[in-house]
Nanobody, 126 residues
Framework: QLQLVESGGGLVQPGGSLRLSCAAS????????IGWFRQAPGKEREGVSCISWSGASTNYADSVKGRFTISRHSAEPVYLQMNSLKPEDTAVYYCAARKSYYSDYSSCLLSEYDYWGQGTQVTVSS
């Protein structure tokens, strides 16, 4: 069974940093585009950052550009480095995977992702 496992969430003060990781269980992430999504209470799930299987293409929501960095290397997992965190970044963060052989596919459309993790809570508060 294909599973994704997120880790690295927690409580952090405004301006702080966290690094989330997304690992696979039961398969490898080769030829899978990976996306990070988040859902705050009372809001719809939204795309945060996505990366192609090759790592050559990335995509960021405007709200996190310049603060978050997605990365992957030949070995798993896929990371989301989050700096200069703000209270509005508070949400449950999910990673998701989509099989794609296109080396530059980095779409952040929720409907295009097939496999989802259980999520990790990120709380930004003083």
């Amino acid at each position: 069974q294909l599973q994704l496992v997120e880790s690295g969430g927690g409580l952090v003060q405004p301006g702080g940093s966290l690094r989330l990781s997304c690992a696979a269980s039961g398969f490898t992430l080769d030829y899978y585009a990976i996306g990070w999504f988040r859902q705050a209470p009372g809001k719809e799930r939204e795309g945060v950052s996505c990366i192609s299987w090759s790592g050559a293409s990335t995509n960021y929501a405007d709200s996190v550009k310049g603060r978050f960095t997605i990365s992957r290397h030949s070995a798993e997992p896929v990371y989301l480095q989050m700096n200069s965190l703000k209270p509005e970044d508070t949400a449950v963060y999910y990673c998701a995977a989509r099989k794609s052989y296109y080396s530059d596919y980095s779409s952040c459309l929720l409907s295009e992702y097939d496999y989802w993790g259980q999520g990790t809570q990120v709380t930004v508060s003083s």
